[in-house]
Structure formats: C-alpha cells, structure tokens
C-alpha cells in the first residue's frame, strides 16, 4: 500500500510560479511510475504531467506547452511538479498518483494509476 501527500499548493497570481511535491511512503517508490493530475470544479480529473520511474521519459498535457516541469527523487521518495506561468485556468485540485502504467496511453490516464493522494488546491487569481 503506497500512501501518497501533497504539498505546496496555495493561491497564486496569474503568471506566477508554484511548486508541488508529493510524498510517498508504504511502498517501493523507484518501481512506480508518478503522475499529476487535476480536476476543476464540474470537470472530469485530467492528467498533468507523469513521469517514468526512471524519470527517463515524462510525459505532458498539451496545456502545459513548457509551462510546468515533473521531475522526481527517488532518493527523498518525491516527485514535484514546477509550475511557472499559471493562468486562472490552471486553477483545480491537484492530485498525486502513482502505478505501474502498461503502455503510453495509460501512462497519461487515470487507469493506469493505483494509489492516489488527497489533493492539494491550486488556486490563480487573475
């Protein structure tokens, strides 16, 4: 059972930077792959960003278009999410999760991942 917490969101201004990082413990970190994802108020959980357990292939949402930035410690048992240009678009619940994605295609759904934090809100004024 791998326990996932989030930290770091708060509100922020339009075009300023966040950091998240999620925490992991319970399991063996380094053999799961990690993802960010969100869900805004009436809308469906869409993925962020996800990041093999290497760390060697990441993979983004085309709403990122170089804004954000996954990255992980195997070290620290913590993947971070580095969010720099927020627009009041980017404003949800953002969730931690990890798994075992089988294919690229899972790898950016919400099927691929078994274990999932409690969400830290991210708010952008404008």
């Known amino acids: 059972q791998v326990h996932l917490v989030e930290a770091g969101g708060g509100l922020v201004q339009a075009g300023g930077s966040l950091i998240l990082s999620c925490a992991a413990s319970?399991?063996?970190?380094?053999?799961?792959?990690m993802g960010w994802f969100r869900q805004a108020p009436g809308k469906e959980r869409e993925l962020v960003a996800a990041?093999?357990?290497?760390?060697?292939?990441?993979y983004n949402a085309d709403f990122v278009k170089g804004r954000f930035t996954i990255s992980r410690d195997n070290a620290k048992n913590t993947v971070y999410l580095q969010m720099n240009s927020l627009k009041p678009e980017d404003t949800a619940v953002y969730y931690c999760?990890?798994?075992?994605?089988?294919?690229?295609?899972?790898?950016?759904?919400?099927?691929?991942?078994?274990?999932w934090g409690q969400g830290t809100q991210v708010t952008v004024s404008s």
């Open positions: 319970g399991g063996t970190f380094s053999s799961y792959a």
């Open positions: 990041i093999t357990w290497s760390g060697g292939t990441t």
């Open positions: 999760a990890a798994g075992v994605p089988t294919s690229g295609s899972y790898y950016r759904s919400r099927l691929g991942y078994g274990y």
